[in-house]
C-alpha cells in the first residue's frame, strides 16, 4: 500500500491542525494504520494508531487527550486531528500502515509500510 500525508504546517502554540494519510494500491481497510513523528534529533516516536474498522484506538502519552486519530475507509484516508499544540509537537508526521493485528501500534518494525512524512511547526 502506498501512503501520501499531508496538512502538515506552521501553527501557533494552541492552536489545531489536522493531517491526512490517503492510501493507494490495496484494500485500505485491510491495514491498521498508525501515526508517528520525528523531531530533530529525536528518535521516531508512536503518537496514534487505529484498527482495520476504527473501533480501537491508541495513543502515546504526550498527546493523548489533545490529539484525535480516525479513519475513513471509504475515502481510504487515516486523519489525525491535533489540538492544543504546543512547541515539543513540532515534528515530521509520518503515516504507517500495519497488516498485523494485536495491540503493538507503538512498535516501528511491525509496520510494512510508511508515507513520506508531512512537516508540523508550531510557534510558541
Known amino acids: 500500500v502506498q501512503l501520501q500525508a499531508s496538512g502538515g504546517g506552521l501553527v501557533q502554540a494552541g492552536g489545531s491542525l489536522r493531517l491526512s494519510c490517503a492510501a493507494s494500491g490495496r484494500t485500505f481497510s485491510a491495514y491498521n494504520m498508525g501515526w508517528f513523528r520525528q523531531a530533530p534529533g529525536k528518535e521516531r516516536e508512536f503518537v496514534a494508531g487505529?484498527?482495520?474498522?476504527?473501533?480501537?484506538?491508541y495513543y502515546g502519552d504526550s498527546v493523548k487527550g489533545r490529539f484525535t486519530i480516525s479513519r475513513d475507509n471509504a475515502k481510504n484516508t487515516v486523519y489525525l486531528q491535533m489540538n492544543s499544540l504546543d512547541a515539543e509537537d513540532t515534528a515530521v508526521y509520518f503515516c504507517?500502515?500495519?497488516?498485523?493485528?494485536?495491540?503493538?501500534?507503538?512498535?516501528?518494525?511491525?509496520?510494512?509500510?510508511w508515507g513520506q512524512g508531512t512537516l508540523v511547526t508550531v510557534s510558541s
Open positions: 487505529i484498527s482495520r474498522s476504527g473501533y480501537s484506538t
Open positions: 504507517a500502515a500495519r497488516q498485523r493485528d494485536g495491540r503493538l501500534y507503538y512498535v516501528r518494525e511491525e509496520y510494512c509500510c
